[in-house]
């Protein structure tokens, strides 16, 4: 099965930027995102790429988060720049395999495979 391991996450000042990297194996034909949850919330859908290649974004990070995959580094990343306090969350990464030919982008409910999560935590 695929594994993913984030890691990228800090501490970082209003308008700052990071990136999260997602150590994946074994992820062929997997559909991958990033997902986030902040304290007392439900998670939510940040950003995902499916199998050929087309990328889904929350409307809210929309212009300021990209994701990507290095299949050389067999990495998966979020570049987040632009970042606000409301940002803050602790970010997974995941994947699930195709159903029916789709991917469910954005979907939590679709995603059965999970890490363990990075925080990010944005200072005003």
């Known amino acids: 099965q695929v594994q993913l391991v984030e890691s990228g996450g800090g501490s970082v000042q209003a308008g700052g930027s990071l990136r999260l990297s997602c150590a994946v194996t074994?992820?062929?034909?997997?559909?991958l995102g990033w997902f986030r949850q902040a304290p007392t919330k439900k998670r939510e859908g940040v950003a995902s790429l499916s199998t050929t290649g087309s990328t889904t974004y929350a409307d809210s990070v929309k212009g300021r988060f990209t994701i990507s995959l290095d299949n050389t580094k067999n990495t998966l990343y979020l570049q987040m720049n632009s970042l606000r306090p409301e940002d803050t969350a602790m970010y997974y990464c995941a994947a699930h395999t195709q159903d029916g030919g789709r991917c469910y982008g954005l979907d939590v409910r679709g995603y059965n495979y999970w890490g363990r999560g990075t925080q990010v935590t944005v200072t005003s």
């Open positions: 074994r992820y062929s034909n997997y559909c």
